[in-house]
């Protein structure tokens, strides 16, 4: 077993170090530490070796002018930022100051460059991580010149940097993780055999390539000795166990230690007692089997077969049922004395938010048997509308065992959805590996054709569609059109032809490396003329900046134009919940009504 996770954020280390020293005038090294960059990036997108989610984000305009003047500090706010997610986005480090050396990189740097890059990583802090701002010591430090002197002072006498290799692990303690996990794996592909053959290979840990890491021994607020694991599932024709045999001391939480390229099927981080009698007893028991079966379930079931099992669910609760409506999706119960309206959003039919009848005067909660979008949620909140989320919590494992167990091997999209799940990753993956800017953008949109085609195919009675469709008079060229024949009478895209005329789908392409601005929206709407109608789907990696914002608002309050943009973040999410069996349709439903209430 390689474990490279660590040995690449090293060389990201290493490489932010050699651009520090390199003079802003010389480009041809430059050029050269740009290409080991990028090519480093690009190995870790592909094997999922490193957290890579901000180094591409887009910079405030202000400031981007002038960035591209300087390619130097342009390519150390890329490593700063792989640097800097990963040193916090990490479970265990030991041995290594990584934050010191990255100190002892950016410090020799002049204090004009050291400024100018403070000002680059607070214009693209990613906000949604701010773990980052809270752990990291010294965070974007305003100094003035004389202070920068003292405070680059600090890291003058540290010492060349050198890996710290990790540490071998015990025989005895070897020889137990052997023991325990081939003992464990034994008893959990055994009840899945027994019990479930015919969908046993829908079970994440069910024959496959297993690799095992010890993260590192802890010690918990009782002063108990613990184990940290990480253990990794792959799918694989020749299943087995590999066992890392060091103290793997650089781990992030989801995501690859070696270059693997099979598809991961499962990624757990377990703690567990130095004393407990067998490591692995829990992760692999009938209980975690059991909310694997329910995982399964709802991915493969339909509609009917979901709501019938919510009502099997009330009824194990003894809550009594005062009416159950199969075609709109909700029963009425009675608790404590109140008569209860539960609305059910299905895995494949998630209601959107403005649909929701709120002048109702029922007692109503909404439930959820998936994790609902989280748009829906704040909506949800911000209404203080009741829902329940955890409805699955109920402890009734027998009788929901013995339930699904009837049920499951009958289900009509069980055989199919190993070839829909493999489909939706591969595009996931082509996706994070596109290049940005022209360089990636024929690949782009290949790539966006494949995405539309996968998200909502179904959504139509018959496909019919064209790329890269050029207009009469030669002036646009579309990137993609599609024939608006929707499947059903009621839906996001019978919405758009009844209320924008949208007899034909335009699909845009957009793979720049930052927000889109106002003028190149506003190319974009002119694409439309009267027959096609007033509708514009967009994919763009990072989505609109704010006078794009401004002009989407006025194409739909002024001429009746709804244009809807994507970002890549939202498209990976609608992926994984297609793989789900979601109709992600909901989704543009959802971005049109905040386009709406915001006007």
């Not at 150390?76 to 030991?94: A, D, F, M, P």
């Not at 794009?548 to 498209?571: C, D, R, W």
Request: proline letters at 2%.
């Amino acid at each position: 077993m390689k474990v490279v996770t660590k040995l690449h954020f090293e060389n990201f280390l290493q490489l932010l170090d050699e651009v520090a020293q390199t003079q802003s005038s010389d480009l041809n090294t430059l050029n050269t530490l740009l290409k080991k960059t990028n090519s480093l990036i690009d190995k870790c997108r592909e094997f999922d070796l490193l957290e890579l989610d901000n180094i591409d984000k887009p910079i405030e305009k202000q400031v981007k002018i002038n960035i591209k003047k300087d390619r130097k500090i342009q390519l150390i706010l890329k490593l700063y930022w792989v640097v800097v997610e990963n040193l916090y986005g990490i479970v265990n480090i030991k041995g290594t100051d990584y934050e010191s050396y990255l100190w002892k990189a950016l410090t020799q740097l002049d204090y004009d460059e050291y400024e100018y890059l403070r000002e680059m990583a607070l214009s693209s802090f990613p906000y949604n991580n701010v773990s980052l701002l809270v752990n990291f010591k010294y965070s974007y430090l305003k100094l003035d010149k004389e202070n920068y002197k003292v405070f680059k002072s600090k890291f003058l006498n540290l010492n060349k940097f050198e890996s710290v290799e990790d540490e071998v692990i015990e025989e005895k303690i070897l020889r137990k993780i052997k023991n325990d996990i081939e003992e464990s794996l034994s008893i959990y592909d055994n009840y899945v055999e027994k019990n479930f053959f015919s969908v046993r290979e829908k079970f994440s840990n069910y024959k496959k390539n297993i690799r095992i890491y010890l993260l590192r021994p802890v010690l918990d607020k009782d002063k108990e000795a613990n184990y940290l694991f990480k253990i990794v599932s792959y799918n694989s024709l020749t299943p087995s166990v590999n066992i890392y045999n060091r103290i793997s001391s650089f781990s992030i939480r989801l995501g690859n230690l070696e270059e693997i390229e099979a598809e991961k099927s499962d990624d757990i981080l377990i703690r567990v007692n130095k004393n407990q009698k067998n490591f692995f007893e829990k992760i692999f028991s009938e209980s975690k089997i059991f909310y694997e079966l329910i995982e399964i379930f709802i991915r493969y079931a339909d509609e009917s077969i979901l709501f019938d099992f919510s009502v099997y669910l009330l009824r194990l609760k003894n809550i009594e049922i005062q009416e159950i409506n199969k075609e709109f999706q909700f029963i009425k119960v009675k608790k404590d004395e109140n008569i209860i309206k539960y609305v059910f959003f299905l895995s494949k039919n998630i209601t959107n938010f403005n649909q929701l009848n709120l002048s109702n005067t029922e007692k109503m909660e909404y439930v959820f048997l998936t994790k609902p979008d989280s748009r829906i949620i704040n909506n949800f909140n911000k209404e203080s509308i009741n829902y329940l989320s955890d409805f699955l919590s109920w402890n009734f494992f027998d009788p929901i065992f013995y339930f699904l167990k009837d049920k499951l091997s009958a289900l009509p999209n069980i055989k199919k959805g190993n070839d829909f799940s493999f489909v939706g990753q591969t595009i996931i993956d082509k996706l994070q590996n596109c290049p940005l800017g022209k360089e990636g953008w024929n690949k782009f949109e290949n790539i966006g054709v494949d995405i539309f085609q996968y998200l909502f195919k179904d959504n139509f009675r018959l496909y019919i569609a064209e790329k890269q469709s050029i207009t009469d008079d030669k002036i646009f060229r579309r990137d993609y059109v599609v024939n608006n024949l929707p499947l059903k009478g009621e839906s996001f895209w019978s919405d758009i032809k009844k209320d924008f005329g949208a007899n034909i789908c335009i699909v845009e392409f957009k793979n720049y490396s930052e927000a889109l601005n106002s003028s190149t929206l506003f190319d974009t709407s002119k694409y439309l003329i009267s027959p096609i109608g007033n509708f514009i789907l967009i994919f763009s990696r990072y989505g609109l900046d704010n006078s794009a914002k401004k002009l989407q608002k006025k194409l739909l309050n002024e001429k009746k134009i709804l244009v809807i943009v994507l970002t890549e973040n939202e498209i990976i999410e609608m992926i994984r919940e297609k793989i789900l069996g979601i109709d992600v349709s909901y989704r543009l439903e959802n971005i049109k009504f905040e386009i709406l209430k915001s006007l």
